[in-house]
């Protein structure tokens, strides 16, 4: 029989509002207005915070504005400094904002810290490349002349964040944008406000310290936006911010990205994602076990990076998928502040609904369905669900689309070349792994002719990536990167310099051009 956990608080309020206390947030920017913040453990409303208006939020764009035109002139290593300070104070914090991010999205307690960590680790990043910002200098085709690129800050760079990594993504994109010499305005996603608001509170601690080390930040450099979806628009329409970064859905994407080069502004869009995983002969089946299982279940299948996808070979098929559905069947189930819980709740009954569909559909397509029902911990307002593993005849109907829930479709496959033609047909292109022991598929597999994503991996499921590499896909996923490796590029606008050190005009190409 499934272990459940079983141990739900009745009620996490108090915990919730002596967190934000911790953390330093006031208390009128979470009671008496009108956008409902929710704990998706117990269904609970756990406060209610003012929405911003239209003309505030446009003042804080503009203030945004102002901001830049001063923090770009400080030298970027003191930006850097800020950055510091702000992942000190996610250091000192890290055990309340994880513990908030749980009680808000229903991550485990280790998932929750692990997001908080993953905000430490791109601030860490952050300073060190607060003294780079590499340019080139390159062989010019004249005497006396010297080329060079330099990078310079770009102005104020918006944010839209998903539920799923509340505050995770706003510090991949806040902590680049403001060693690059930016301001960043943030909409956060409207069911996890009050995590905005902490990471807001600990932007200001950071930001105090600055200021009593003699470098006080320009007023409005940092803001959040609590509000709904036409205060997202104003910020993707808005003249004075020209680079945007969307983490959401492909329709979030399809709407965002056309109002944004329409008016030639910058995007970077974190979109869908229908990750797969191949299964070879060869594989470490203990390994692939744990890393399947992670990737598949984990944020109970809600993060874009989340395993959706399984391939297995023919030979391998017997040995490892009813060990697969073992786990599946004995996972822990519950409360997520409870120790030893695997999975937590689905965010809300808009995603337990969606989950419904897609088993639903995946049932009329052919496919056998394990688990996938509501776990029931007499909590109406809470959606836990046990994870599903759909054995499906082929890769149709539901497989194609990305559901944000714990479904994992199986397929058998025999041959390489054909699974790794099935492994890129889909919309989406974020993230992807293999599991071999065997070079030659390990490489084929990373090759130009094997994942087409924007993360392949070897022996690891596709989710939980490192900030170091850039983060992002293709396809639908949208082609933006954000994180490590050059992904600063991005928060920054490129001049091309030429310099006549000598006495004389030669002109490029060899034109004449004597008066
Ligand atoms: C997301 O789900 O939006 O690679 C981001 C991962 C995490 C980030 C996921 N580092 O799974």
Redesign the pocket.
């Known amino acids: 029989a499934p272990l459940r956990n079983s141990a739900v608080p009745l009620s996490v309020t108090a915990d919730t509002i002596a967190l934000l206390d911790q953390i330093g947030v006031r208390p009128e920017l979470y009671t008496g207005g009108s956008l409902p913040a929710r704990s998706p453990i117990t269904g609970e409303t756990l406060a209610a915070v003012p929405a911003i208006g239209t003309e505030e939020a446009l003042a804080r764009i503009e203030a945004a504005h102002r901001a830049f035109r001063t923090w770009r002139n400080v030298p970027a290593p003191r930006r850097g400094e800020f950055v510091r300070l702000l992942g000190e104070e996610l250091r000192a914090h890290k055990a309340a904002l994880g513990r908030l991010i749980s009680i808000e999205v229903g991550k485990t307690a280790s998932e929750g810290l692990g997001e908080v960590q993953?905000m430490i680790d791109i601030c860490d990043f952050a300073v060190g490349l607060s003294r780079q910002l590499y340019g080139l200098t390159i062989a010019t085709e004249r005497g006396d002349h010297r080329m060079m690129e330099t990078w310079h800050p770009l102005g104020v760079a918006g944010v839209i964040s998903?539920f799923?990594?509340p505050a995770?993504?706003w510090s991949w994109n806040a902590a680049l944008a403001l060693v690059c010499g930016n301001a960043v305005v943030w909409k956060p996603s409207e069911k996890t406000l009050l995590v905005a608001l902490a990471t807001q509170a600990l932007v200001e601690r950071a930001l105090a310290r600055f200021a009593a080390e003699g470098d006080a930040a320009p007023e409005g450099l940092i803001s959040v936006l609590a509000g709904d979806r036409s205060i997202g628009e104003l910020l993707v329409d808005h003249p004075k911010v020209p680079l945007v970064s969307a983490?959401g859905s492909t329709a979030m994407g399809r709407a965002v990205g056309p109002r944004l080069s329409q008016r030639f502004a910058r995007s970077i869009l974190?979109l869908g994602?229908n990750n797969a995983a191949i299964v070879c002969p060869s594989a470490d089946l203990d390994l692939t076990l744990r890393g399947v299982a992670f990737a598949a279940m984990g944020?109970a299948g809600?993060?874009?990076?989340?395993l959706r996808r399984l391939f297995v070979h023919d030979s391998v098929y017997e040995a490892l998928v009813p060990r697969l559905k073992r786990a599946y069947a004995s996972v822990s189930i519950g409360s997520p502040l409870e120790a030893g819980t695997l999975i937590g709740p689905l965010i809300d009954e808009a995603a337990f609904k969606a989950m419904q569909k897609a088993l639903a559909a995946a049932k009329e397509a052919g496919g056998s369905v394990h688990g996938g029902g509501r776990v029931a911990l007499g909590l109406q307002d809470a959606y836990y669900v046990a994870p599903a593993l759909v054995e499906m005849p082929g890769q149709v109907g539901p497989v194609l689309e990305e559901t944000f829930a714990p479904i994992l479709y199986v397929m058998k496959y025999s041959d390489l070349d054909t699974v790794l033609e099935l492994h890129n047909d889909v919309p989406q292109g974020l993230?992807s792994s293999i599991f071999t022991n065997d070079l030659r598929e390990a490489e084929t597999f990373l090759s130009a002719r094997g994942s087409d994503c924007g993360?392949a991996n070897v022996n690891i499921g596709?989710?939980?990536?490192?900030?170091g590499g850039a983060?992002g896909g293709e396809k639908e996923t949208g082609g933006g990167r954000e994180s490590g490796s050059d992904a600063w590029k991005a928060y920054m606008r490129r001049a091309t310099n030429t310099i006549n050190y000598g006495r004389t005009l030669p002109l490029a190409q060899g034109v004449k051009f004597d008066v």
């Open positions: 993953e998903a799923n990594f995770a993504v983490t974190e994602g944020t809600q993060r874009c990076t989340s993230s993360i596709p989710s939980g990536a490192e900030i983060f």
